[in-house]
């Protein structure tokens, strides 16, 4: 497992937030949301694949699919 820098994220799915490293305050909810994120914050992503893609700094997504 990575090593995460940051607080209060919750992810709940299958890889959700499986490559952040860096950010506090993310929520990921679903298959693959905010998967491939590294680090951000206060990012929320809430069913399959939401916010999914999504590469480098990002702050204050909101994706619900």
Excluded: I
């Excluded at 497992?1 to 992810?11: E, K, Q, W």
């Excluded at 994120?37 to 702050?59: E, P």
Aim: hydrophobic share 35%; glycine share 18%; no cysteine.
């Amino acid at each position: 497992d990575a090593s995460v820098t940051g607080g209060f994220n919750t992810a709940l799915g299958h890889t959700a937030l499986s490559n952040l490293t860096s950010g506090a305050q993310n929520t990921a909810v679903g298959y693959g949301a905010l998967e491939t994120t590294a680090n951000g914050d206060r990012n929320t992503a809430v069913g399959h694949l939401a916010l999914g893609n999504v590469t480098g700094g990002n702050d204050g997504d909101v994706e619900v699919q």
